[in-house]
């Protein structure tokens, strides 16, 4: 790398909203790679200042007015409880924050004691607990020791009362973990974005803006990144993009991450650029190499690389392809900067699985770049995200994990990879435990038959506290339409390896695939009771199918027996795309018994009565065997 021009910085920014207890690893994956190269880089997440902004005594002094402004429109009980105690919300609302962020644990006891904290609409669902008269609702959730969860719980209900209030008097798109995601989901046309950023600002917007005018004055950059994974971050990258743009017109943006990877591969949209000088795809790191030297004037501008510009009024693909950046030679992520001790651990749902997303600040690791499989029939395996397979050693990987836990403070690491391999698991565990590393880990895997009892148990001795996979629809004849790689009966024993090795098991599961029947569906969720019975999973999810345009499902329907609705031309975002399937399954139906049975087998509800209870429509019996699970088991066994 040549050396950098004095002065010259790059400023990466997370836009509201990703998540609140942890930052989202891209702008430290970027900042960590740039320093590796000598360029000067800071970054800065705008989507927790903007919480703290919003949730602070002036924030929710600033909710007043609005919130009269709406109740005098409609009066709802959200609005009521906020106006009838809003000056015990502003002399709560910091020292709630707080405790939130781990500090100040002793008024946990005040909070618990419910006279502390107002409390709203939200709290009506403690009464769902059907405690007896003058008893605690939470008992059952927390016992009589859990005093920091509990408090944790009712100050997270009591930020949901606020974030309730926020929603009707000033924004209704407003969420924590995602914001305005309807502009940018799949939209094939700019003009709903555009029109929402044309609209005056509202209290929100404006306190964006002033944040985002704030870091660009403190540090100076001569570049901003603005990264948006998902689709719920995108229109506030385009009003912090805007906001920069209004003040320093001549400084450059660009666009990345996720969702421009995923959903705008086509994009043909200009107005994109009024925003935006640059929009790149796939990993960030070679292309912004190529543009920082463009910036610099050392490389002209045909010979970027995976990257949108705007000439003559049109959208022009500039890729000179260059080889990206090994996995090895990435660098280390950097959380440098980021302000790591006043993120928030909320705790929202009493799911085990929810809680390690929502709770807790752990630090983020790739432990090889794509997926090794590459295979799911559902999944966006023509994206380089999941093709380009790229792995690293085990001993770099427990550098960066060394040099991590040095910067951070903090030994927990979640595994964001798509499917982390087993072999480089073993091998990472391995290197973990020769050098007497002391992690505590999870992540997402597949339930293949590599993960064996033995490597289970040394994943766990390694610090592997909890594992997600797809089970996806539990149907060997759909497992294998989808090209999975797996069996029900293999995912049972490889579940058990990791549930006995004491490790938390989810499991993702779908509904809604190409063909799926009704008596598939039964006896999909007859396994999936039986796998809980057995004390295989702990946890678990059904998402309904979306067929995406990167799929093989969206790439060749005619395989899964299924025809694609046309898409509409668009110049902006392309990702679901609708399809006809000829068995004509209500698939909504499907859905409601399907979340109504996970719910309550977590909660060890119903996991031995026929799962026929949960539809309220008319079902066949189950054609599988009510032991087939324990057979599976009793067959490893042996
Ligand atoms: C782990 C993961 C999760 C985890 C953790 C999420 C989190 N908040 O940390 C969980 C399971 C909770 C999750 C949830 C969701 N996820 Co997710 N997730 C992932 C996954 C597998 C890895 C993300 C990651 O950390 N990658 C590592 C970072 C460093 O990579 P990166 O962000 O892509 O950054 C690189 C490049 O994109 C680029 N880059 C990034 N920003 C910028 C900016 C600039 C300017 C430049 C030049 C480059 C650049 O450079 C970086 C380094 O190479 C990705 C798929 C993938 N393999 O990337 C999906 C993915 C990001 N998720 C996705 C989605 C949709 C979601 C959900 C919305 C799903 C849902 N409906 O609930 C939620 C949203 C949750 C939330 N609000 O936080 C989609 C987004 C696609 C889209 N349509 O926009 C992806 C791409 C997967 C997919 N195809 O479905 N997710």
């Known amino acids: 790398m040549l050396p950098q021009p004095s002065g010259w910085r790059v400023l990466s920014l997370i836009p509201p909203m990703t998540q609140l207890n942890t930052p989202y690893p891209s702008t430290a994956y970027l900042t960590g790679f740039l320093r590796s190269r000598g360029i000067d880089a800071v970054q800065q997440d705008l989507a927790l200042e903007l919480v703290l902004e919003l949730f602070s005594r002036r924030g929710v ?20 409880a906020f106006l009838a105690q809003h000056e015990r919300y502003a002399d709560t609302i910091d020292a709630a924050i707080r405790f939130l962020q781990g500090a100040d644990a002793t008024l946990a006891h005040r909070i618990n004691a419910r006279r502390y904290l107002p409390e709203g609409p939200r709290f009506a669902q403690l009464d769902a607990y059907l405690a007896e008269e003058g008893e605690d609702p939470l008992a059952w959730a927390f016992g009589a020791l859990g005093l920091q969860d509990r408090a944790r719980h009712l100050a997270t209900l009591y930020l949901n009362d606020l974030a309730d209030v926020l929603r009707e008097a000033v924004d209704p798109r407003f969420e924590f973990v995602r914001y305005a995601e309807k502009l940018a989901t799949a939209q094939p046309t700019f003009d709903p974005l555009a029109e929402a950023l044309a609209a005056p600002p509202n209290l929100i917007d404006r306190e964006l803006s002033r944040l985002a005018e704030a870091a660009v004055e403190r540090h100076q950059p001569s570049l901003v990144l603005l990264s948006v994974p998902f689709p719920g971050a995108v229109y506030a990258a385009f009003r912090i993009a805007r906001t920069i743009k209004a003040h320093w017109p001549d400084l450059p943006i660009v666009l990345g991450g996720g969702f421009v990877n995923t959903e705008l591969r086509e994009l043909a949209e200009p107005r994109v650029f009024d925003d935006f000088d640059f929009v790149t795809l796939d990993a960030g790191e070679r292309p912004l190499l190529a543009l920082i030297e463009h910036l610099q004037g050392r490389r002209g501008r045909s010979r970027l690389v995976r990257t949108f510009v705007r000439e003559d009024g049109a959208v022009r693909y500039v890729n000179m392809a260059e080889p990206d950046v090994p996995f090895e030679d990435v660098g280390t992520p950097t959380w440098d900067g980021l302000p790591l001790e006043r993120y928030l651990s909320l705790l929202d749902m009493l799911n085990p699985m929810n809680r390690l997303w929502s709770d807790g600040r752990w630090n983020k690791l790739t432990v090889a770049h794509g997926c090794y499989w590459k295979k799911c029939s559902f999944c966006d395996v023509s994206l380089d995200y999941i093709s380009r397979y790229e792995a690293a050693s085990a001993t770099t990987l427990v550098d960066r994990i060394e040099a991590i836990v040095h910067e951070t403070g903090e030994t927990g690491f979640h595994f964001v990879d798509e499917a982390a391999p087993p072999k480089a698991l073993k091998a990472l565990a391995e290197e973990i435990s020769r050098r007497g590393t002391a992690i505590s880990w999870w992540g997402n895997v597949r339930f293949e038959k590599t993960f064996t009892p033995d490597l289970c148990e040394r994943l766990a001795e390694s610090g592997c506290v909890a594992i997600s996979g797809g089970l996806e629809v539990a149907s060997d004849r759909l497992l294998a339409l989808m090209k999975k790689g797996v069996s029900v009966d293999q995912v049972a024993r490889v579940t058990k390896a990791f549930a006995d090795a004491g490790i938390l098991v989810h499991a993702y599961l779908m509904y809604g695939f ?96 026929d799962v026929r209870q949960w539809f309220d429509v008319r079902v066949p019996k189950p054609t599988v065997n009510r032991h087939r699970i324990a057979r599976a088991l009793a067959e490893t066994a042996r």
């Open 514 to 609: 190409p063909t799926q029947t009704v008596q598939d569906t039964v006896d999909a969720l007859e396994y999936v009771r039986q796998l809980f019975e057995n004390g295989c999973i702990h946890s678990g999810f059904f998402h309904r199918f979306a067929c995406t345009v990167h799929s093989p499902v969206g790439l060749n329907p005619q395989d899964y027996g299924v025809t694609l609705l046309p898409l509409p031309d668009s110049p902006f975002a392309k990702n679901d795309v609708g399809f006809v399937d000829p068995t004509g399954t209500d698939h909504d139906a499907m859905g409601r018994a399907l979340k109504k049975a996970i719910y309550n087998f977590m909660h060890g509800i119903g996991v031995d009565s």
């Open 61 to 80: 002094q600033a909710l007043v007015e609005p919130a009269r402004a709406a109740a005098s429109r409609s009066l709802t009980p959200t609005l009521d």
